[in-house]
């Protein structure tokens, strides 16, 4: 049994609320998620405002949903709103690609470039639902870092990184998508730092063992932002959604095996010179 077993009580001012939003939001939504303990508290404190869950199920072997290990883990339900509960569940995925990026750095770049230095500078964080007191596009505005960001000899930065994941493969896809707020983010940090940014596609899928899934990393693949923006499709509204979204041929991409030559050609620099002749324009 998990020693985690806190409830919210149903007379709490936020029974039938969603755990993620700050100020109350009623929903009768209960969803379910199988944790370790150590994450169902992290979860409770970062991004549910201290609201613990209403209920703590069994317990059984198989994947954490936030931080993938195998492990004892133990249903647990809470009240959440859609929107709040696909960020919630999107954090699994997230730590998985992070940490495809970091796995793959330290195999395959170290060993030929250890001069070079990845850093992590957007950690995902877990936080609660907090009305935004910035648009979208204001805060990209002053953006200056990105997911990674590598650092030379004399740890002078050289370029960002910045993740994409999704289930599918390049080759699989007819069009690359990125919401144009994170295309927003990814030029106006490239405009504040001076610096180029390099986007990663990171593969990642579910495994399942049920009743719990884990997610999973495969392929990778790299462009930089000048390529992507060359091999722009159209901008234009996301089916059955209110954001708008940048389409792109996956010919922009190429498999990260051709990363090293990248990074050996010295082709950042190149890039470098690019960003200071000629600003992005936010869309
Ligand atoms: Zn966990
Ligand atoms: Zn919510």
């Excluded at 944790?35 to 199920?57: K, M, V, W």
């Excluded at 230095?117 to 596009?137: F, G, H, M, N």
Aim: proline share 6%; aromatic share 12%; with cysteine.
């Amino acid at each position: 049994m998990s020693i985690f077993r806190e409830i919210l009580s149903p007379n709490n001012p936020f029974w039938e609320a969603c755990a993620r939003h700050t100020a109350r939001q009623s929903t009768r939504t209960i969803n379910h998620i199988y944790l370790c303990d150590p994450c169902a508290i992290r979860l409770t404190i970062e991004s549910f405002n201290q609201r613990p869950p209403i209920y703590h199920g069994e317990t059984v072997s198989g994947y954490c949903g936030l931080c993938n290990s195998l492990n004892q883990v133990t249903l647990r339900l809470w009240f959440a709103c859609p929107i709040c509960w696909n960020v919630i569940v999107a954090y699994q995925k997230g730590f998985a690609s992070s940490e495809a990026v970091r796995r793959y750095w330290q195999r395959k770049i170290t060993p030929s470039f250890p001069e070079l230095q990845l850093i992590e500078k957007d950690e995902i964080r877990l936080l609660p639902y907090v009305r935004a007191s910035q648009t979208k596009k204001s805060s990209a505005a002053v953006l200056n870092t990105l997911d990674f960001i590598a650092l030379g000899e004399n740890q002078d930065p050289l370029f960002h990184i910045e993740l994409k994941t999704g289930p599918g493969t390049l080759s699989q896809m007819r069009e690359f998508q990125l919401d144009v707020n994170d295309s927003n983010d990814v030029m106006g940090a490239v405009n504040n730092t001076q610096l180029p940014a390099y986007i990663f596609h990171v593969q990642v899928t579910y495994d399942y063992l049920p009743p719990t899934r884990g997610a999973k990393s495969g392929g990778l693949w790299y462009t930089d932002v000048f390529t992507l923006l060359q091999h722009q499709i159209s901008v234009r509204i996301r089916r059955g959604e209110d954001k708008k979204a940048g389409y792109y041929s996956p010919q922009a991409f190429k498999p990260i095996d051709q990363f090293p030559s990248e990074l050996e050609a010295r082709t950042y620099e190149e890039l470098r010179r690019r960003v200071s002749s000629s600003p992005f324009t936010l869309i």
